[in-house]
T-cell receptor, first 111, second 116 residues
Framework: DQQVKQNSPSLSVQEGRISILNCDYT??????FLWYKKYPAEGPTFLIS?????DKNEDGRFTVFLNKSAKHLSLHIVPSQPGDSAVYFC??????????FGAGTRLTVKP | DAMVIQNPRYQVTQFGKPVTLSCSQT?????MYWYQQKSSQAPKLLFH???????NEADTPDNFQSRRPNTSFCFLDIRSPGLGDAAMYLC???????????????FGPGTRLTVL
């Protein structure tokens, strides 16, 4: 049962433009959401998170938006840089130590 | 640098031959996790340790076992690997000091397991 879904396996954008990665979830008990970034041959690394009491969290070029009514979150990267090319995983949890991941979206930023 | 280390990075085993994957951490985190990730799929939580307390996911096959002899080390044992167990195995840690910290996991680079 896939509780966290990333429906776009890949995304390609031009350097300097905005990248928007999307994530949908089905479990209304999820109350904490995270994005992880993964480069080849490395483990996922934490990028940004948001609690369900907020609808937006911003960290530099990265902004996560949460729409609880739609059970949808998105990650915006602006401006996109070639070094942002990686696989991005969306994750959600309803309690400590119980995180569910999406299958990932491969972002390619072209120079 | 504090980190999560997984050894080996690549492991080849034969069908049915027991194999052990290793994870160590220098972060002194209480919680350690093992995930299985198959190609183009989401990482799937197998189990986790909160200190010495073992927490198994309901759908984790009995073929998968784990040991945590101390805070720093955690092992994943696959007793009789099948072809379907070929995957990337990721170890992660977290610290339960508050919800945000508890949910921010630090991952190792993974061990890619091949079953012949």
């Amino acid at each position: 049962d896939q509780q966290v879904k990333q429906n776009s396996p890949s995304l390609s954008v031009q350097e300097g433009r905005i990248s928007i990665l999307n994530c949908d979830y089905t479990n209304s008990m999820f109350d904490y959401f995270l994005w992880y970034k993964k480069y080849p041959a490395e483990g996922p690394t934490f990028l940004i998170s948001i609690s369900s009491i907020k609808d937006k969290n911003e960290d530099g070029r990265f902004t996560v938006f949460l729409n609880k009514s739609a059970k949808h979150l998105s990650l915006h990267i602006v401006p996109s840089q070639p070094g942002d090319s990686a696989v991005y995983f969306c994750a959600a949890s309803a309690s400590h130590n119980d995180m569910r991941f999406g299958a990932g979206t491969r972002l390619t930023v072209k120079p | 640098d504090a980190m999560v280390i997984q050894n080996p990075r690549y492991q080849v085993t034969q069908f049915g031959k027991p194999v052990t994957l290793s994870c160590s951490q220098t972060l002194n985190h209480n919680v350690m996790y093992w995930y299985q990730q198959k190609s183009s799929q989401a990482p799937k939580l197998l189990f986790h340790y909160y200190d010495k307390d073992f927490n198994n996911e309901a759908d984790t096959p009995d073929n998968f076992q784990s040991r945590r002899p101390n805070t720093s080390f955690c092992f994943l044992d696959i007793r009789s690997p099948g072809l379907g167990d070929a995957a990337m195995y990721l170890c992660a840690t977290s610290s339960p000091s508050g919800r945000a910290a508890a949910d921010t996991q630090y991952f190792g680079p993974g061990t890619r397991l091949t079953v012949l």
